[in-house]
């Protein structure tokens, strides 16, 4: 199966019309994760020609609302979208260049860190952002 016709798969199982920006839109998150909106347009028109923003932010929203696509940003970082959904997984930031990388769960599985007091709260989700320095700025 070719990767458009599973992203054609993914679109229609959440119920969402099939468009060629949406198409699109959802090969860039799958082939670049973490990319940010404004890389995301870029490949966009790479892919389909002139698109314009609002089409891919509106793009971004309903893929991203269907549960295609997840949103996440990392304090102090702006919003990045990925493919890898509905695992709970974390994130490494590089306190220097920004790059970021994915880091399965701490513990076990969604929520995976038991929080010391619930206030009464039913949480269903840890949020955990290490920083550091990635391999090519710790080197430099
Ligand atoms: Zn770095
Ligand atoms: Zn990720």
Do not use: W
């Amino acid at each position: 199966m070719s990767a458009t016709s599973e992203f054609e798969l993914q679109l229609r199982g959440a119920d969402l019309k099939v468009t060629r920006p949406r198409l699109s839109v959802l090969a860039a998150v799958n082939e670049h994760p973490h990319a940010v909106t404004k890389s995301i347009i870029g490949l966009v028109r790479d892919d389909c020609g002139e698109v314009s923003q609002q089409t891919v932010y509106d793009a971004l929203e309903a893929l991203t609302t269907a549960g295609l696509t997840r949103r996440i940003q990392p304090p102090g970082s702006v919003a990045r979208y990925e493919s890898r959904v509905g695992d709970n997984h974390h994130h490494v930031v590089c306190r220097s260049c920004g790059a970021i990388e994915d880091v399965d769960c701490a513990v076990g599985e969604a929520p995976c860190l038991t929080a010391a007091e619930d206030h009464g709260y039913v949480i269903d989700e840890a949020e955990v952002v290490y920083r550091g320095l990635c391999p090519s700025c710790s080197a430099a």
